[in-house]
């Protein structure tokens, strides 16, 4: 099993709708991650979390939402999803190392 | 304002030459760095690391080098091999948060 699993793999979904994309680690880490990945931009912070009850905003949360449901999982609302959302969408988690380890991505397509 | 600079969006390298990525960043505070590799279908994977104190780090093929003066730094693949034809992150830490580069694209041709 994957470190980082995230669901879905890939997404195409309406504009307007509500999606919620989800990320469990089994690292034990209690730090956890949401970027996104658009072409020339390269990976983009939308939220982190330093613990359950920790949440922060990143760099590009505006139209984004998070839930630290518990220490494993950590996942990422579009309450109303518009195209320019539409991005590949990374989950990942550390310790107090500085390393991250990565999940492998959804690729969310909104029409 | 990207405090992470990756100014190569692709590079070509002949098997068994040297490849050479490069990335400058703006921010002082920055306490580590660290190069990222990623596949297609796949998330980034940790490649190597330098502490803001040192200007060198070696592990195996890999090399980074940090020009803190100069606000840059380097990975070095010797010798480059085709399965290392993939995109390059540049990263910084500071507080335990990673800002990103933009990426570069490494072909190594056979």
């Known amino acids: 099993d994957a470190d980082v699993t995230q669901t879905p793999r890939n997404r195409i979904t309406k504009t307007g709708k509500r999606i919620m994309l989800e990320c469990s680690q089994t690292k034990g880490h209690d730090r956890m991650y949401w970027y996104r990945q658009d072409p020339g931009l390269g990976l983009r912070l939308i939220y982190y979390s330093f613990d359950v009850k920790d949440i922060n905003k990143g760099e590009i949360s505006d139209g984004y939402s998070v839930s630290r449901q518990a220490q494993a999982k950590f996942s990422l609302s579009l309450e109303s999803a518009i195209p320019n959302q539409t991005a590949l969408y990374f989950c990942?988690?550390?310790?107090?190392?500085?390393?991250?380890?990565f999940g492998s991505g959804t690729r969310l397509t909104v029409v | 304002d990207q405090q992470v600079k990756q100014n190569s969006p692709s590079l070509s390298v002949q098997e068994g030459r040297i490849s050479i990525l490069n990335c400058d960043y703006t921010?002082?505070?920055?306490?580590?760095f660290l190069w990222y590799k990623k596949y297609p279908a796949e998330g980034p994977t940790f490649l190597i690391s330098i502490s803001s104190i040192k200007d060198k780090n070696e592990d195996g093929r890999f090399t980074v080098f940090l020009n803190k003066s100069a606000k840059h730094l380097s990975l070095h693949i010797v010798p480059s091999q085709p399965g290392d034809s993939a995109v390059y992150f540049c990263a910084a830490s500071s507080a335990r948060q990673l800002t990103f580069g933009s990426g570069t694209q490494l072909t190594v041709l056979p």
């Open positions: 921010n002082s505070m920055f306490d580590y």
């Open positions: 990942a988690t550390s310790d107090l190392t500085v390393g991250y380890t």
